[in-house]
C-alpha cells in the first residue's frame, strides 16, 4: 500500500520587542521569577492593554517578506481558558482578522527542484507564563516574566508531504525571521517553537486523513523525528484496522515518540470573541512603504546573489545564505576578492562550521573573526603556507587570539619556496630510494606519492607542493 | 456645610469661610453617625481624608478645581493601598497596589476621598443588594433599595454623607440611583473618561461618571475626570471642553426629543405626570418638545443582557485564585481550586451572568446569540443617530418605578433588569446620559433623564443646569438626614 503524507506547520515566533506586546515591562530571558511582570502582566484587577507597536510593526515586516497580505484593521480577540500561568483567564490573540494572510514561500528539496509552500495566516498574540512543577514539593511555582511577550502564529498550508519538506519549511522560516531581526531565533529558549498537524492517506485518495497535532516542537530534529513516528504510527493504527483519533499529541523527546494529551471532545472551547478593551489596529500611514524600504536582502536573493558574484555552487550558495550571520561573516572573509570566494565558502562552511558546532557557538560567537579568517586564507593563496598548514594554524588561532601570520611566524610554519632547499631535500629522497624509482620508471605511477609524501615528511608539510611535484617530475624523468 | 453644593463649597473654600479640615470633620462626623443606617460605605478612610485636607489646606495659590473637597468612590475604582473589593467576598482580601486613572485625576484636582462606596457585587445589579457587605438602604426609605449598582454613592450623597461621589454605569448604574435616591448622576460618552483601575464588568459598555447635587456639581467633577488615557486604549483623544463655562449658556431653541415608545402603557401614570411637569418647565425656558421614535428600544434589555455577560464571563476569569483575592480552603487539585474558589467566592448574581454569558460564547451559540446582539447594539446607535439629526436631547424617565423595597425583587431577576429599561439602550450606543431629580411620589424621589448626541455631555449639563436653576427637587434632604 501506498501512502500520502499530508503535514502543515504552526510555528510560533517570539518578537525581539524590548517591551511586552500589551505593557511597559520587560522581555529579556532569564530573569528572576516575577521580576518582569507589571500589573498588566499579572492580570490584577481593572488594568487594560495597550497594544505595542513595535509588534504590530515586526508582524506586519514578516508579512511583507513572504508577499503576504497585511491587513489593515486586524481585530484582537480573547481566545478562553484557564491555566495558572494564564493571568487573565483568556490570551489576547485575533482569530477572524490576523494581521497577516495568504503569504508564500519556497524550499529547496533534496532532489534540487524547490516547492512552493502556502502561509495561510500569521496573527499577533500574547505568550503565556511558565508553570514550574519541579521544585515546589506538591505544588506549582508560576513564573510569570514572559507572559504577555509578543509573538506571531504562522500558520502553513497543508503543503508539505515529507518531515524533510516540512523541517526544510521550517528552516527557511527561521532564517527569514533572524534575517528580519524581528527574532532571536533561539530555539533553546523558546523563542521559536512549532506544532506539527500531520494525516496519511491512501495515495489517490481525495478525502483527506484524520490528522493530529503534536505541540512544542522546539528542535528541527524533534520536528523531523516527532513527524516521522507520527507518519509510522497512524500508518500502523490505518493498517491494522483502526481508526486515528483527532487529537493532541506531545512529543517525548527520551524515547522519540509521541502520546496523546488530549482528543478534540476534550478539547476546549475556547469562546473567541472580539477584544472590547482594544481598538481594530490600524496601520500608520506609510509604515508599509518604510518597512519595504528597510527590508533586508531575504535568504533567497542573497543565495542567488552568490551564485552569480561569487560562482559558487547552489549547494553553497544555500548553506551560506540560510543564516544572515554567517552569509555576513562570509562576505567579510572574501571582502572583494573575489577569486577567494570558493576556498573562503569552503573555509567557512567546513572548517570554521566544524569547529562552532564542536564548540556549541554561533558564528557571531566565533573566537576567530572574519578578518583573521580572510588572513590566513591569503597566506594560502600567496604560498606562504599549505592548505594543509592552515588548518594547523587555523587551530592555533581558534585556541589563542593570534592572527594567522603570528602562528606561521612563531612556528616557521612558511613553505619552503627556496628551489636551492628544495632541490636537495629531493635529491635526497630519490636517493634513497632506489627501488621505488625502478618501480616509477617501469610505469607505477602510483609511486610517485611515495616521493611526495617523503619530501613533505622531511619538511614537516612546509615545502610548497607544487613546486615539489614539478621537481619530482622533472628529476625522475631524467 | 453638608447644605451646600459642590460647587459653593469650592467656592467657600476658596474664601475661606471654613477650611477643608473642618468640612471632611463634618462629614466624618455625619458618616460616624449617619451610615449605619444606610450601609453606604465599605472602606472608610477618615484618618487619610483628614491627612489629605490638612495638605489641601496647606496648599495656595493655583489649587486644583476640586481642592479640598471630600468625595466618596465606588469601591470597582482601584485605590492604592486601600482595599479594593467590588463588594465581593473574592476580593474582600484585595488591597489595590495602584490608582486607576479617575482616582489619580480627583487626587491631581485636590478632591478627598472619604472612603469606597457600596455595590452590587461586580456592578452586576439595580439595587445594591447583591453586595457580599450587605444590601444599602435609600436615605429617603430605609426599607427600600437606592438603586444600583451604584447604590452606595447614590445614597451617602441623598443623604450629604460627602459632597459628591463617584460610580459606574453599564446599563444604567450611575443613573437609575440617581432617579432613585434623588440626586443627579451624570454618564458620560463612552470613551470620555478612562477605564484604566476600574475594575471590568462589561468593557464595551463600562463608563465612570459622577454623582452630584447638582449638574453644576457634575460639571466639576467630569472637568476633573475627563480626557484621554493612553493607558485605556478606548479613551477617546479630544479636548475636553469647559462644562462649568457652558452650563450658563441659554437653552432657547433646543429641541427635545420624547421617543414615544418609552410612553406607551406600561408607564406609571403619576410618573408620566411627574415627566410631563418637567417639559413643560423646560417648554419655559424656551425648549421645543417632540415626538420621536426609537424603534428598536424594546430589543435593548435582551441585547444587553448578552453581550454584557459575554464580556464579563471573560472579564471575571482573572479571579481565579492564583495570583490575588480569595482561595478556597486546602484545594486537593488545580480543577478543586478553581471550582470551589470560584463558588465560594462570587454571588449568585455573579454566576449567573457568568454561565449566561460563558453560553452566549460557545461554539455553536455565538452567532446566535452574541452577534445577533451586536447586530441589534448596531440598530440601536442608528435610532439614536437618526434621532440626533432632528433633535438635541433625547427625553425619558429614568427608570420605570421608584425605589423598592428591600427584597421586593432579589428572587426575581427578570423584574430586575427590567429597572434599567431606559438607561440601557443609551450604553449600548455609548452615548451620554444624565439623571435629574424631578420630584417625588409618595415621598420618594423620581428622575429623568436626558440623553444627547457623542461627547455633548455639555449640552446635558447646560440642560440640567437651567432645569435646575428654576426647580429645587434636587436640594431636598431626606428628613431623618439633615
Redesign the interface.
Known amino acids: 500500500m501506498e501512502w500520502e503524507v499530508v503535514i502543515g506547520l504552526e510555528i510560533h515566533v517570539q518578537l525581539n520587542t524590548q517591551s511586552k506586546i500589551f505593557s511597559g515591562a520587560a522581555t529579556a530571558y532569564g530573569a528572576q521569577p516575577n521580576t518582569q511582570a507589571c500589573?498588566v502582566d499579572?492580570?490584577?484587577?481593572?488594568?487594560?492593554?495597550?497594544?505595542n507597536k513595535d509588534a504590530v510593526a515586526k508582524a506586519a515586516m514578516f508579512g511583507l517578506a513572504v508577499d503576504a497580505t497585511i491587513n489593515d484593521g486586524s481585530v484582537f480577540d480573547?481566545k478562553?481558558y484557564?491555566y495558572?500561568d494564564l493571568?487573565?483567564?483568556?490570551q489576547i490573540s485575533q482569530l477572524a482578522i490576523p494581521i497577516v494572510e495568504h503569504g508564500t514561500l519556497e524550499i529547496s528539496l533534496e532532489d534540487g527542484t524547490t516547492k512552493s509552500v502556502g502561509i495561510t495566516r500569521a496573527h499577533l498574540e500574547e505568550d503565556a507564563g511558565k508553570s514550574l512543577h519541579e521544585d515546589f514539593d506538591g505544588m506549582?511555582g508560576?513564573d510569570l516574566n514572559r507572559a504577555g511577550t509578543p509573538l506571531i502564529e504562522i500558520v502553513s498550508e497543508p503543503d508539505m508531504s515529507s518531515a524533510k519538506e516540512a523541517v526544510a519549511y521550517m528552516k527557511k522560516i527561521h532564517s527569514i525571521v533572524t534575517y528580519l531581526g524581528i527574532c532571536d531565533g533561539n530555539m533553546q529558549e523558546g523563542s521559536f517553537r512549532c506544532d506539527a498537524n500531520v494525516s496519511v492517506r491512501r495515495k489517490g485518495d481525495s478525502e483527506l486523513g484524520t490528522r493530529t497535532e503534536t505541540k512544542n516542537l522546539n528542535s528541527f530534529r524533534f520536528v523531523e523525528r516527532a513527524i516521522n513516528y507520527e507518519i509510522e504510527r497512524q500508518i500502523d493504527v490505518i493498517e491494522s484496522g483502526g481508526k486515528v483519533v483527532q487529537e493532541t499529541r506531545l512529543y517525548d523527546a527520551d524515547d522519540d515518540s509521541t502520546r496523546a494529551m488530549r482528543s478534540k471532545e476534550e478539547a476546549n472551547?475556547y469562546?473567541?470573541?472580539p477584544d472590547?478593551?482594544?481598538?481594530p489596529v490600524k496601520l500608520e500611514q506609510g509604515l508599509l512603504e518604510q518597512l519595504q524600504a528597510s527590508l533586508p536582502e531575504l535568504p533567497d536573493v542573497k543565495q542567488a546573489r552568490f551564485m552569480d558574484e561569487y560562482s559558487l555552487n547552489q549547494e553553497d550558495a544555500e548553506q551560506l545564505s540560510s543564516s544572515r550571520a554567517m552569509a555576513d561573516y562570509f562576505e567579510q572573509v572574501v571582502a572583494g576578492e573575489k577569486e577567494q570566494a570558493k576556498i573562503s565558502a569552503n573555509w567557512v562552511l567546513g572548517e570554521l562550521s566544524a569547529a562552532l558546532n564542536q564548540n556549541g557557538l554561533d558564528i557571531s560567537q566565533s573566537p576567530v573573526s572574519a578578518e583573521k579568517l580572510a588572513q590566513l586564507i591569503a597566506r594560502i593563496a600567496d604560498n606562504t603556507i599549505s592548505g594543509k598548514i592552515a588548518k594547523e594554524v587555523f587551530q592555533d588561532m581558534w585556541n589563542s587570539d593570534k592572527s594567522a601570520d603570528q602562528v606561521i611566524q612563531e612556528k616557521g610554519l612558511q613553505q619552503i619556496s627556496d628551489v636551492g632547499e628544495l632541490e636537495a631535500i629531493v635529491d635526497k629522497v630519490i636517493a634513497d630510494n632506489p627501488n621505488q624509482v625502478e618501480q616509477y620508471l617501469s610505469g607505477k605511477d602510483k609511486v610517485f606519492g611515495f616521493f611526495v609524501g617523503n619530501v613533505m615528511k622531511a619538511t614537516k608539510g612546509k615545502a610548497n607542493p607544487k613546486q615539489v611535484n614539478d621537481l619530482l617530475k622533472s628529476k625522475l624523468s631524467k | 456645610m453638608h447644605t451646600l453644593t459642590l460647587a459653593q463649597q469650592v467656592r467657600a473654600l476658596a474664601e475661606k469661610q471654613f477650611s477643608s479640615e473642618e468640612l471632611v470633620k463634618h462629614y466624618v462626623q455625619r458618616i460616624e453617625t449617619y451610615d449605619e443606617k444606610l450601609n453606604s460605605f465599605i472602606t472608610f478612610t477618615p484618618e487619610r481624608a483628614l491627612e489629605q485636607a490638612k495638605q489641601a489646606d496647606s496648599r495656595a495659590g493655583d489649587v486644583g478645581l476640586l481642592n479640598g473637597v471630600p468625595i466618596a468612590l465606588k469601591d470597582i475604582f482601584c485605590t492604592d493601598g486601600v482595599k479594593t473589593s467590588c463588594a465581593s467576598k473574592m476580593l474582600d482580601n484585595f488591597i489595590a497596589p495602584y490608582d486607576a486613572t479617575v482616582v489619580t485625576k480627583l487626587n491631581q484636582a485636590g478632591a478627598i476621598s472619604l472612603g469606597k462606596t457600596n455595590m452590587d457585587e461586580f456592578a452586576m445589579g439595580s439595587s445594591s443588594e447583591s453586595s457580599y457587605y450587605g444590601a444599602v438602604k435609600n436615605p429617603w426609605d430605609t426599607e427600600r433599595v437606592p438603586g444600583g449598582s451604584s447604590g452606595g454613592s447614590a445614597s451617602a450623597l441623598a443623604a450629604r454623607l460627602t459632597s459628591a461621589s463617584m460610580g459606574t454605569d453599564t446599563g444604567g448604574s450611575i443613573r437609575q440611583p440617581a432617579a432613585l435616591c434623588g440626586i443627579t448622576g451624570l454618564k458620560p460618552t463612552y470613551g470620555r473618561v478612562s477605564r484604566y483601575g476600574m475594575i471590568a464588568y462589561a468593557s464595551s459598555l463600562d463608563q465612570g461618571g459622577p454623582f452630584g447635587i447638582t449638574a453644576e456639581d457634575c460639571a466639576y467633577m467630569l472637568q476633573a475626570i475627563a480626557g484621554h488615557d493612553y493607558l485605556d486604549s478606548t479613551s477617546v483623544d479630544r479636548p475636553v471642553p469647559d462644562y462649568i463655562a457652558g452650563l450658563s449658556e441659554p437653552v432657547k431653541g433646543m429641541c427635545i426629543g420624547l421617543p414615544e415608545e418609552f410612553f406607551q402603557q406600561g408607564l406609571d401614570a403619576d410618573i408620566a405626570a411627574k415627566i410631563e411637569q418637567a417639559c413643560e418647565v423646560l417648554k419655559s425656558l424656551g425648549c421645543e418638545i417632540k415626538s420621536i421614535s426609537l424603534p428598536n428600544a424594546k430589543l435593548a434589555i435582551a441585547a444587553y443582557y448578552v453581550l454584557a455577560p459575554a464580556e464579563c464571563s471573560s472579564n471575571l476569569s482573572r479571579f481565579d485564585g492564583v495570583r490575588f483575592g480569595y482561595r478556597c480552603e486546602n484545594p486537593t487539585g488545580l480543577e478543586d481550586m478553581y471550582c470551589r474558589s470560584r463558588s465560594e467566592g462570587f454571588g449568585d448574581e455573579v454566576k449567573r451572568r457568568i454561565m449566561i454569558g460563558a453560553y452566549a460564547l460557545s461554539a455553536g451559540y455565538y452567532d446566535a446569540y452574541y452577534l445577533k446582539a451586536q447586530k441589534i447594539r448596531r440598530l440601536i446607535s442608528e435610532d439614536y443617530k437618526a434621532a440626533f439629526s432632528e433633535v438635541d436631547a433625547v427625553l425619558s424617565p429614568t427608570s420605570p418605578t421608584t425605589a423598592f423595597k428591600v427584597n421586593e425583587k432579589s428572587d426575581d431577576p427578570i423584574t430586575m433588569y427590567l429597572s434599567d429599561i431606559y438607561t440601557i439602550g443609551v450604553n449600548l450606543a455609548g452615548l451620554p446620559g444624565i439623571s435629574l431629580p424631578v420630584g417625588f411620589l409618595q415621598g420618594l424621589p423620581v428622575g429623568m433623564q436626558l440623553v444627547s448626541n457623542y461627547f455633548e455631555e455639555q449640552t446635558l449639563l447646560n440642560l440640567g443646569h437651567q432645569y435646575q436653576k428654576q426647580t429645587d427637587h434636587h436640594l431636598q434632604i431626606p428628613s431623618e438626614f439633615e
Open positions: 500589573a499579572l492580570g490584577l484587577p481593572g488594568v487594560l492593554p495597550v497594544l480573547r478562553n484557564f495558572p493571568p487573565k483567564g483568556y506549582t508560576i472551547d469562546r473567541y470573541f472590547p478593551d482594544l481598538l
